[in-house]
C-alpha cells in the first residue's frame, strides 16, 4: 500500500513536472510570445511578465552594451510607465543612458525594483538559469501576469475568481451524475433485457451522444426561456447553477448508467453471485451491496477522465448560460493568445487531473483488492 | 445495438454524408442561395420566408452568361413546344437570339459587337426583353457585355420587371419570362446577415465531416507509427515512449488543442493539426500492445529469421495483422474529433468566419436562441444525429 502510494506520487510528481517543463519550452518558442517581435506587448505587461519568469534578460538585452557605462547615482526608471517614456530611451533600451546611478525598474504590478546590477547579470544569463527561474515561481504558484489587462492582473487571480464558479458547477454536475447514473445503472441491471431496461439504454445512448454544445442550448431554451423556472443567464443565485450542472451532468450520467449496468450485469451473471443467492442473501442486498462493488471499480478508474471531460464541458456550458467561471477567462484569453493566463488554467487543471488519477491509483486497493494481491502473486512461466 | 439498427444507422449516415458531400451540387437546385450570401434586408428571417437569390444567372465574362436566356442549361431559352405550345414561339424567338449571342461571342468574345436590329427581331416575341434592350443598348449596335449587362439592370429595376407581367397579375413568372427571378425560400430561415442556413448547414456538415474524417487519420497515422515503434523498440525506449502517452493522457487534452491554438492561432489547418496531436494516444496505446504481442508470433519469428528487418516486418507483417482493430479506433476517432472541432469552432477558437462547421452555427444562434431559436435548432439536431448515427454505427 505504502510502496503503491509512494510510486504514484512519484510519478505524479514527475508528470507536473513534464508538464511545466513542457509547458516553459512552448511560452519560449510560441509566436506571439514573450520571446518575439510578431506580437507587441504594452510595456508594463512585458516588463512584469519577464521580471516575473525571471525573464528580464530579454527586456534589457539592448541594454547590454549600455548598462555597463552607468555611473552609480540614485534614479529611478519606472517599467510602468508609458509606453512614450519608455521607447524614448536610447536604441530600445528602457534605460535613459547618462542620467546614471544605481538605476532602478520599478515594476508596476507589485512595485519592486530590480538594480541595475542585477539586471546586468540578468542579461547575461543563459536558458537553462531562465528555466530554473521559471520551474520556481511556478513551484510557488506564481504563474505570471495577463497579457491583456495592462499588467495589473496576474493569472492567479483571474484563477482565484473563476475556479470557484467553475468548481460549483462542476461539482453539482457530478453530484447529479452520480445521483442518477449509479442508480439507474442498478435498476437497468436487476431489469436486465426488460422494458425499463432498453428504455434506459436508449436515454444512455442519446446521452452519451449528445455533445454540451448542443444539450446546453437545448435546456436553455426549454427551461429558462420557454418554461421560465430557471434563470436565463448570469450567476446570481444557486438556481442559476442548475441548468450548466445538469448539462454537464446528464451527459456523465449517461456514461455512468452504462458503466454501472454493465459492471453490475457482468457480476450477477457470474458464479460469485450465484453462490451468494444459494447462501441466501436476498437479490436486493446482492444487488445494492455486491454488484455495485464490483461495478464501481472501473468506475474509480474512470473518475479522472470524467473529471476532465466536466473541465471541458464546463467551458461550453460557462458560455452558453454566461457565467462568469474559468472559461470566462480562458476563452478570451485563447483568442488573444494570452499565453500566460491559457498557460496558467492547462497548468491548474492538469495538476486538479494529476492529483485525481493518483488519488484513483492510491484507493485502488482499496475498492478492488485483487489489483494488490496480483502484484504479489509471481507471474506464470 | 441490434443488427437491424446497426445498417439502418450506416444507410443514414451514408445519406448524411452524401447530403454534405454532394451539397455544392444540389443546394442551388434546392435553396437558390450560396452560403455565404447575404441579404442583409431581411436578417433572422424564418423558415419559409422567401426571397430572391443573388446566384440569379448574369455575365461576368463568361460564356455561360447565355444562362440568363436559359437557365436551365439545357441549349433552349423557353419550353418545348410539346410541354408549353404557347410559348413555341418565344422559345424559336429566343433560339435565334441565342444564335445572335452565341456567334457574337465566338467572333469576339464579351467585346464583340453586336446589331440592334438582329437583336430586335428575335426579341419581338419577346417585349420585355426589349425593354430591356432599348435600356441598355440604345444606339444601332451595342458589345455584347452591354447587352448581358442589361440583363442584370433588368433584375433590378422594378419598372423592367413590370414590362414583363403579360397576364398583368403583379408577378412575373418564370413561364412570362424565363430568366425572370424567382423568389426562393429560406428551407431553414436565414441568419443575421440574411445567410440562408439550409445552405449554411450544408456547408457547414461537410467541413464538419471532413475536419473530423482528416483529422481522425491523422491522428491514426501518428498513434499507428508511435505505438509500432514503441512496440518493436520495445525494452526502456519502448517503455519511455508509452510512458509519455501516459502523461499525455493524463492531461486535460482539450485544454492542450487550446493552448496549441492559443499559440499558433485558429485556423482550419491548425484546428485539424491541434486536434490530431491530442487524439492519437489511445492509438498508440493500442498498436503498442497489439506490435508487442504480435512480433512474438511464430510466423513474425520465421519473418525475422529469414532476414526481414524491424521496420519492413513492422509495415509489410505486424501493421496489416493488426488492421481490424486499428479501423475500429479510428472510426472511434472520428465522432471525437467532430466534437471537438464542433466545441473549439463553438468557443471561437475553430473555424474561422465566413466559413462555417457546425460549431461556428451553433455559436452563431445560440445568444439570439430566445428569438431565432430554429438557428440553433437545425445544426445542433444534425450534430447530435451525427455523432449518434457513428456511435450507432460502430456499436
Redesign the interface.
Known amino acids: 500500500m505504502l510502496i503503491r502510494a509512494s510510486k504514484a506520487i512519484a510519478s505524479a510528481l514527475?508528470?507536473l513536472w513534464?508538464?511545466a517543463t513542457g509547458t516553459f519550452l512552448?511560452i519560449e518558442h510560441?509566436?506571439?510570445?514573450p520571446a518575439s517581435a510578431e506580437r507587441r506587448l504594452e510595456p508594463e505587461v512585458e516588463a512584469a511578465n519577464l521580471a516575473r519568469m525571471g525573464l528580464v534578460d530579454l527586456l534589457l538585452a539592448p541594454c547590454a552594451g549600455v548598462l555597463r557605462d552607468v555611473p552609480s547615482t540614485g534614479t529611478e526608471i519606472d517599467a510602468g510607465a508609458p509606453a512614450g517614456h519608455i521607447d524614448g530611451a536610447t536604441g530600445g533600451c528602457p534605460l535613459v543612458a547618462g542620467q546614471g546611478g544605481d538605476v532602478q525598474i520599478v515594476l508596476a504590478h507589485d512595485g519592486q525594483t530590480v538594480g541595475a546590477g542585477q539586471m546586468v547579470a540578468a542579461v547575461q544569463r543563459p536558458g537553462i538559469r531562465r528555466y530554473l527561474s521559471t520551474m520556481a515561481s511556478i513551484a510557488t504558484l506564481d504563474l505570471g501576469v495577463t497579457f491583456t489587462s495592462r499588467g495589473e492582473r496576474t493569472v492567479r487571480e483571474n484563477l482565484a475568481q473563476g475556479l470557484p464558479i467553475s468548481a460549483a458547477v462542476g461539482a453539482a454536475a457530478l453530484l447529479i451524475a452520480l445521483l442518477l447514473g449509479i442508480p439507474l445503472g442498478l435498476i437497468g441491471a436487476a431489469r436486465a433485457g426488460a422494458w425499463p431496461d432498453r428504455m434506459l439504454a436508449v436515454l444512455a445512448?442519446?446521452g452519451?451522444?449528445?455533445?454540451?454544445?448542443?444539450l446546453g442550448?437545448?435546456l436553455?431554451?426549454l427551461f429558462a426561456?420557454r418554461i421560465p423556472i430557471f434563470p436565463?443567464s448570469g450567476f446570481g443565485s444557486t438556481a442559476s447553477l442548475f441548468l450548466p450542472a445538469a448539462t454537464l451532468g446528464l451527459i456523465l450520467a449517461s456514461i455512468l448508467q452504462r458503466m454501472t449496468r454493465a459492471g453490475a450485469v457482468d457480476f450477477l451473471q457470474g458464479p460469485v453471485a450465484v453462490s451468494l443467492a444459494s447462501r441466501g442473501l436476498r437479490g436486493r442486498r446482492i444487488l445494492l451491496v455486491h454488484a455495485l462493488r464490483h461495478a464501481a471499480i472501473p468506475m474509480l478508474g474512470y473518475l479522472?477522465p470524467a473529471v476532465?471531460a466536466l473541465?471541458?464541458g464546463s467551458?461550453?456550458v460557462e458560455?452558453?448560460f454566461n457565467l462568469p467561471g474559468v472559461s470566462h477567462y480562458?476563452?478570451g484569453?485563447?483568442?488573444n493568445?494570452?499565453?500566460p493566463m491559457?498557460?496558467g488554467?492547462?497548468l491548474a487543471?492538469?495538476a486538479l487531473?494529476?492529483v485525481l488519477?493518483t488519488l484513483a491509483e492510491v484507493l485502488m486497493p482499496i475498492v478492488d483488492p485483487r489489483v494488490v494481491a496480483e502484484e504479489r502473486v509471481p507471474e506464470p512461466l | 445495438?441490434n443488427r437491424s439498427g446497426r445498417i439502418v444507422a450506416l444507410v443514414l449516415l451514408a445519406a448524411l454524408a452524401l447530403m454534405a458531400v454532394a451539397g455544392p451540387w444540389f443546394a442551388p437546385a434546392i435553396a437558390g442561395f450560396s452560403p455565404e450570401e447575404q441579404h442583409t434586408a431581411f436578417p433572422y428571417s424564418a423558415p419559409g420566408f422567401a426571397d430572391v437569390p443573388e446566384a440569379h444567372p448574369s455575365f461576368d465574362g463568361r460564356p455561360d452568361a447565355f444562362a440568363l436566356l436559359d437557365p436551365a442549361g439545357s441549349g433552349r431559352l423557353a419550353c418545348s413546344a410539346r410541354n408549353c405550345p404557347a410559348l413555341e414561339p418565344v422559345a424559336a424567338a429566343a433560339r435565334v437570339l441565342s444564335r445572335v449571342l452565341a456567334d457574337a461571342w465566338q467572333g469576339g468574345g464579351a467585346d464583340a459587337m453586336v446589331a440592334t436590329t438582329a437583336l430586335q427581331a428575335a426579341l419581338a416575341p419577346w417585349p420585355a426583353w426589349l425593354a430591356v434592350l432599348r435600356n441598355g443598348c440604345p444606339g444601332a449596335a451595342c458589345a455584347l457585355r452591354e447587352v448581358v449587362d442589361a440583363s442584370r439592370f433588368l433584375r433590378l429595376t422594378p419598372a423592367s420587371l413590370a414590362s414583363m407581367d403579360v397576364d398583368g397579375d403583379g408577378a412575373v413568372t418564370q413561364a412570362e419570362f424565363q430568366g425572370a427571378p424567382m423568389a426562393r425560400p429560406h428551407l431553414l430561415g436565414s441568419d443575421g446577415l440574411g445567410r440562408d442556413a439550409f445552405v449554411r448547414l450544408l456547408a457547414g456538415l461537410r467541413l464538419s465531416l471532413m475536419i473530423g474524417a482528416l483529422a481522425a487519420l491523422a491522428a491514426a497515422a501518428i498513434g499507428v507509427a508511435w505505438g509500432a515503434t514503441a512496440g518493436l523498440a520495445g525494452g526502456w525506449i519502448g517503455a519511455a515512449m508509452m510512458r509519455v502517452v501516459d502523461?499525455l493522457y493524463?492531461?486535460?487534452?482539450?485544454?492542450?488543442v487550446?493552448?496549441l491554438?492559443?499559440?499558433?492561432?485558429?485556423s482550419t489547418f491548425n484546428l485539424l493539426i491541434a486536434i490530431a496531436c491530442v487524439q492519437w494516444l489511445g492509438m498508440a496505446r493500442t498498436v503498442r500492445g497489439l506490435v508487442a504481442t504480435l512480433r512474438t508470433a511464430p510466423w513474425a519469428e520465421m519473418a525475422r529469421i529469414q532476414g526481414c528487418g524491424p521496420v519492413r516486418l513492422a509495415i509489410t507483417h505486424l501493421i496489416p495483422n493488426a488492421r481490424r482493430p486499428i479501423l475500429a479506433w479510428t472510426t472511434l476517432l472520428v465522432?471525437a474529433s467532430i466534437?471537438d472541432e464542433?466545441?473549439l469552432s463553438?468557443?471561437?477558437?475553430g473555424i474561422q468566419a465566413p466559413a462555417a462547421s457546425l460549431?461556428t452555427l451553433?455559436?452563431d444562434?445560440?445568444p439570439r436562441?430566445?428569438e431565432y431559436?430554429w438557428l440553433?435548432a437545425a445544426p445542433?439536431?444534425v450534430?447530435?444525429l451525427l455523432?449518434?448515427l457513428i456511435?450507432?454505427a460502430q456499436a
Open positions: 514527475l508528470t513534464a508538464i512552448l510560441a509566436p506571439g510570445g445512448t442519446a452519451v451522444s449528445v455533445p454540451a454544445i448542443v442550448p437545448l436553455l431554451y426561456l436565463v479522472p476532465a473541465l471541458t467551458i461550453v458560455t452558453v480562458l476563452v484569453a485563447a483568442i493568445r494570452d499565453h491559457v498557460m488554467v492547462v487543471y492538469s487531473l494529476v488519477n | 445495438m502523461v493524463g492531461l486535460p487534452y482539450v485544454f492542450l487550446i493552448l491554438i492559443s499559440l499558433v492561432g485558429p465522432p466534437k464542433a466545441f463553438f468557443l471561437g477558437l460549431g451553433i455559436a444562434g445560440a436562441i430566445a431559436p440553433v445542433a439536431a450534430l447530435f455523432v449518434l456511435h450507432e
